[in-house]
């Protein structure tokens, strides 16, 4: 098989590539590299069945030769990012799903769209399932990003009812692992490199708002899994364990035995959502997935990969 990848340079896509290789794919990576690094492929360039192509999603896209599979990755995913960059990140979500799809139904491929917990918004409904339509400000500063994604699901649903594609949705909630950017801006990376550095791990808000942290070979383990059914509707792919912020905070200092940091508190920003936990019963019933690695493993591996990097 054929897969082609957008975003695969980035955190979660380099994962993508390495494993659609291992299952005997030839993949092809397409990234502008605005948030993804050549870094993180560069293991992969000597594979002949592994090709990149630098370009923006955005623009229009084609390949020549077959395609079995298309997914889109392609997009700023962190608020540091999608702040700096809301305009890139709007055509993302918009030009770059339907150029994406374009290339899906001319090749008569599958097409699976990494949609977000993010179009919950600031949810009123807790755990959130999938039948949740979100309670979402459209023209607040994280607009720019929900909204690409709720429209990037709006069009991949068309897709599929007029033109017959073969779709599928998933909505990632909070993951982690190596290749994370250390100036990510989220708050792991952000608590990692903070601790490393002897740095004071900066809360904002009191710290009792709440996430949910997957670890990125489980995520990747249910997105091959969801690529190979036939289903359409979105579903959730994260780790229902939920652990305040403040909690979190202290688990990291104490993967870091010595450090001089502290915990400081700054004013919580607009429209963060305070509580975030996905129900995973369709990923469950429909693939046969969830988490294997805990959070204590996960944070141990993710850290040695910061420590090679801080």
């Keep these: 098989m054929r897969t082609v990848i957008t975003g695969g340079a980035g955190f979660i896509g380099s994962h993508l590539c390495e494993r659609f290789l291992a299952e005997g794919h030839e993949v092809v990576c397409v990234d502008n590299l605005l948030t993804g690094s050549r870094g993180n492929i560069e293991h992969l360039l000597g594979d002949p069945r592994f090709r990149f192509v630098e370009h923006n999603v955005s623009e229009p896209l084609e390949l020549e030769g077959s395609v079995d599979a298309v997914l889109h990755f392609a997009s700023p995913a962190s608020p540091a990012d999608y702040l700096a960059h809301p305009i890139p990140t709007l055509k993302a979500g918009s030009l770059g799903t339907h150029n994406a799809l374009g290339l899906a139904k001319a090749k008569e491929a599958r097409f699976l769209l990494a949609s977000t917990s993010e179009v919950y918004g ?27 994604k709720r429209f990037a699901e709006a069009i991949t649903m068309a897709y599929h009812r007029y033109h017959g594609v073969s779709t599928r949705i998933v909505r990632i909630f909070n993951t982690y692992g190596p290749r994370m950017r250390l100036n990510d801006g989220r708050v792991l990376p952000n608590f990692m490199k903070q ?19 997957c670890f990125v070979s489980d995520l990747v383990e249910g997105i091959y899994r969801l690529l190979g059914t036939d289903y359409s509707s979105p579903v959730n792919l994260g780790n ?42 369709r990923a469950r019933t429909l693939l046969g997935w969830e988490p294997v690695v805990d959070r204590a493993e996960g944070l141990r591996r993710t850290l040695e990969y910061f420590r090679s990097v801080v």
Excluded: M
């Excluded at 601790?195 to 791990?201: F, I, K, N, S």
């Excluded at 905070?249 to 509580?275: F, N, Q």
């Design 122 to 148: 600031d949810p009123d409904v807790h755990p959130q399932t999938e039948d949740y339509w979100g309670h979402v400000n459209p023209i607040g500063p994280r607009g720019c990003y929900d909204e690409a």
């Design 195 to 213: 601790a490393l550095r002897g740095e004071p791990l900066t809360i904002y808000g009191r710290g009792d708002q709440t996430r949910s942290f």
């Design 240 to 281: 229902p364990s939920e652990i305040t912020v403040a909690q979190l905070a202290r688990e990291i200092l104490d993967l870091v035995p010595g450090t001089t940091s502290t915990i400081v508190y700054h004013e919580l920003p607009e429209d963060d959502p305070k509580r975030r936990r996905p129900d995973i019963t």
